[in-house]
């Protein structure tokens, strides 16, 4: 859903940017509450990974394909301050080095595939595991409905920009019909890549996930056929031990990514995604502008000079896992160097 240049108007276009940086604000100041000394370095990595898996378009309808937004995995995996961050880095490298999303069109993007996706994802997610059991099991399922709510919430979020700045006259009815169908098929997608990497970080280090917090579900022993909950575990283990497990979670998850981005990339559908069709069906990107970046010799996810496209967009997709992970890793670390003194404690009493 990354908008291009000449969609939306100058004036609405700097509206939307003024909007974004708010966002932008307000999530720095958020994230240094949510982030410690075992999250910072991990929400560079959930960056990098959401950079990888948007590589990833899979078929939706005839002609048209989809791709995650990321904005409820990021959310719910680091919380929704940081969270809204990813998703702004992730989308700034995509628009300087791959003209992927317009330049002047960066504010639309990361209000619609940040702001709205992040706030309606998390909400819906926080609601329902408060009347959820506490289980893993309904915690990945929270994770699901938001995800899948959180796509046609951001199709809608489009289209009401689109009614105010858009640069053709077109009914708004119909494209907003035509966000919202293609983008629910869409959000299924999304909602079964977020519900899979919830579950699988929750089954594997539940205290690295934010949306988890709490989530203690007892191990059991079988005792005479019967399962019973097993003594309380020990405390946890000291922090070099700690850090270490991180480390490994944090290689695991750089690989994942690397692979996704310089190998399964290839196999993505080459179909445009939800809003290039119905721009081209409903004749909204009639005024669309070459993207200032479309001489970068990343541009359109390809090395420029080397002729073979396997290779080429696999190079690009690490090159671009790389550079999304550093630049993420140091935005983050700096945002948690900046901590306020008073963070601490409030973190204290939230903690697992």
């Known amino acids: 859903m990354h908008v291009p240049d000449g969609f939306i108007n100058a004036p609405v276009s700097a509206v939307a940017g003024v909007?974004?940086?708010?966002?932008?604000?307000?999530?720095?100041?958020?994230?240094?509450?949510?982030?410690?000394?075992?999250?910072?370095?991990?929400?560079?990595?959930?960056?990098?990974?959401?950079?990888?898996?948007?590589m990833l378009n899979f078929p939706v309808a005839a002609g048209t394909s989809g791709h995650l937004l990321g904005g409820a995995l990021a959310a719910i995996l680091?919380?929704?301050?940081?969270?809204?961050?990813?998703?702004?880095?992730?989308?700034?490298?995509?628009?300087?080095l791959f003209a992927d999303g317009g330049l002047t069109a960066l504010g639309v993007n990361i209000t619609v595939m940040g702001v709205v996706t992040t706030v309606v994802a998390y909400a819906l997610f926080r609601g329902l595991t408060r009347v959820l059991p506490r289980t893993r099991r309904s915690t990945t399922a929270a994770a699901f409905v938001a995800a899948l709510v959180s796509v046609?919430?951001?199709?809608?979020?489009?289209?009401?920009?689109?009614?105010?700045?858009?640069?053709t006259d077109v009914p708004i009815g119909k494209v907003l019909t035509a966000m919202v169908g293609v983008h629910v098929l869409i959000g299924i997608g999304e909602a079964a890549i977020t519900a899979l990497t919830v579950g699988a970080v929750i089954a594997v280090r539940p205290d690295l996930v934010h949306g988890a917090r709490g989530l203690a579900a007892p191990l059991k022993l079988r005792v005479d056929g019967e399962l019973v909950d097993a003594p309380a575990a020990p405390a946890p283990s000291p922090a070099p031990a700690a850090v270490r497990s991180t480390r490994r979670v944090w290689a695991a998850g750089l690989v994942a990514a690397l692979v996704l981005a310089g190998f399964v990339s290839f196999y993505a559908s080459a179909n445009p995604d939800g809003l290039e069709?119905?721009?081209?069906?409903?004749?909204?990107?009639?005024?669309?502008?070459e993207h200032d970046a479309a001489d970068s010799p990343l541009a359109d996810y390809g090395v420029k000079d080397i002729s073979n496209a396997r290779v080429s967009g696999g190079l690009a997709g690490v090159i671009g896992v790389?550079?999304?992970?550093?630049?993420?890793?140091?935005?983050?670390?700096?945002?948690?160097?900046?901590?306020?003194?008073?963070?601490?404690?409030?973190?204290?009493?939230e903690s697992v």
């Open 19 to 54: 909007v974004a940086a708010g966002a932008v604000a307000v999530g720095l100041r958020g994230a240094r509450r949510e982030l410690d000394e075992r999250t910072a370095p991990l929400a560079g990595l959930v960056a990098a990974f959401i950079f990888a898996v948007q």
């Open 322 to 349: 790389g550079v999304t992970a550093a630049v993420g890793s140091g935005v983050f670390w700096a945002v948690r160097r900046r901590r306020t003194p008073a963070a601490p404690e409030s973190r204290t009493t």
């Open 152 to 167: 046609p919430a951001a199709a809608v979020a489009f289209t009401l920009i689109y009614a105010i700045g858009g640069t």
């Open 78 to 96: 680091v919380g929704p301050y940081t969270g809204l961050l990813c998703i702004a880095v992730v989308l700034l490298m995509q628009g300087i």
């Open 277 to 289: 069709k119905v721009a081209a069906d409903k004749g909204i990107d009639e005024k669309v502008q």
